[in-house]
C-alpha cells in the first residue's frame, strides 16, 4: 500500500498537466438492441442520436460483456475490478458492498482527482471514495425521486428522474467541484429499468406504430436445458398487469398476472396522474374491449405485452438519450471535452422479447452483453469499431492508468488503454475469453451457472444439473441449440472446458 502510494504521487506530479478528466455515463438494463449505433431493430424506429456521437467521435467496442448480469454486482464490478466472488457484492439479495475495499474512486481521490456519484447506486451500504454523492435509495423511483443526501436524510425532487439526476451533474460539473483538480464523475440513471416509466414528454411516441419483435419472441426452448422452461421471465406469464403493463385495478382475464399495482402511479401529483390516464386511457380501454369480446389470440395477447413494453422501454431510452446530450453540450461549451473521457455504459444487457423473455441474469449474448462507448480526444481514433473481448473488470484499472495511477496487483481486470492507443485492437497478449457467474439468487428463478465466452463460442456450467452448455455463436447467433453432446464439437468442447477450468484459477473462484 505504501509502494502504491509513492507510485501514485510519482505519476501524479509527472503527468498532472495532461490528467485527463472522466465522465461515465451509466444506465440500467440499456440493451445494445436499443442503441443505433450498434445497429439493431430499432435503429431507424428508436433511434439514439446522442449516445451514437460517443460512437462517431470516438469508439465502439462489440464485445463488451459483464461478469454477473444483474445491477448491484455489476457496479461492484466497476467500482473494484473485480468479479463478483472476490469483491463479496454477489447477488442483489443478499449482498452489501463492503465499502472499506479498495474501489478507483478511492484510488483517484488519493491522486488528487475530484470524485462524485449521482443518481443510482444500489450497492446497499452508502457510497465511499467520493467527495460528493447522492444516490437513490435501492431501485430508485421515476416520478417525483428521493435522494439519499451526503448526511444520511432523504430528499424528494419533483420531477422526472432521468432529467433530474442529469440536473444534478450538471450543477456537480458547473457550482460544486473543484476546478482546480481533474474529475471523475458517475452519473448513473435508474432508466431505462423495469417498472419502464416514460416521461410525459414522450408518452405519446411510437403510438399507434406496431414496433418490430424479435425472431425468437416464441422461443420453446428446445435443444437447451430444460432450465430454460423453469424461470419466470417472459412475457407471456410473468409480466403484472399493473406494475409492468401499467394498467389499473386487477385483470380479469387469467392470460395476464395479477397482484402488483404499478408503484409509480401512487407517486405522481394529481396533475401528472392526468396526464398519464390522458395518454394511456383509450389503448387500455381498447385491451379490455377486445379482451371482453374475445377478439385476442394467446398469441395476440403476448404480442399486445410486447408492444406496451417495448414502446414504454424505448420512451425511457428516448429520455436517456436526451440528456446523454445535455451533458455532451456542456462539455463542448465549457472546453472540458477536449481533455474529458466520455463513456457510456450500462450495467448489462436486457432482452427485448427475445427468447420471449424480459430481464437479464442468463448467459445468452443479449443479456451479458453491455454497451461501451468511448470519446477521449486525441487518444481513442473517431469512429473505431473494435472486436476485442472487453469486460466491466477492466473499467477500475482503465480509469487508473489514464490517471496515471499504478495499478494495483489484485486488480482482476486489464487496463483497455493499450487498446485505446491502438485503435482499439487487441494486443497479442490479450484475453481470449471472458468469465462469467451467476449466483441463481432466487429473483425470476433463474438457474446457477457460471462460463466463458471466447470469439466464436460460449460454454456454460450450470452446477445444479451438473449440465453443460455450448453455443457455436458464428453459425447459431440466437442461441437456439446447444451442441455440446454433438460429436463434431467434441474438440471444441474440451477446449472450452480447459478455459473454464483456467479462468476459474485465474480469477481465484472457489470450488463448488
Ligand atoms: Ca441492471
Redesign the pocket.
Known sequence: MRVLSILALTSFSSLAAERPNILFIFT??HALQAISAYGGRFKDIAPTPNIDRLAKQGAVFERSYCANS??GP?RACILTGKHSLINGFIDNNSSRFNGAQPTFPKYLQQAGYQTAVIGKWHLVSNPTGFDHWEVLPGQGSYYNPDFIQMDGSTKRIDGYVTDIITDKSLDWLKNRRDKDKPFVLMSQQKAP?RNWSPAERHYKLFDGMDLPEPETLFDNYANRSEALKKQQMTLEKDFWWGNDLLLHGEPTDPRFRKGMANGEYKRMSTAQQAAFDQAYGAENQKLLNDLAAGKLSDKDVTRWKYQRYIKNYLRCIRAVDENVGRLLDYLDESGLAKNTMVIYS???G?YLGEHGWYD?RWMFEESLAMPFLIRWPGVVKPGVRSKALIQNIDYAPTFLEAAGVAVPEDIQGRSLLPLLKNDCAAPADWRKAIYYYYSGEGTHRVAAHDGVRSERYKLFHLPKTDEWQLFDLEKDPQEMKSVHADPAYATVLAEMKKTHQELRAQYKIPQG
Do not use: E, V, Y
Open positions: 440500467d438494463d444483474i445491477c455489476s429499468h450500462s450495467d448489462q436486457f437479464k
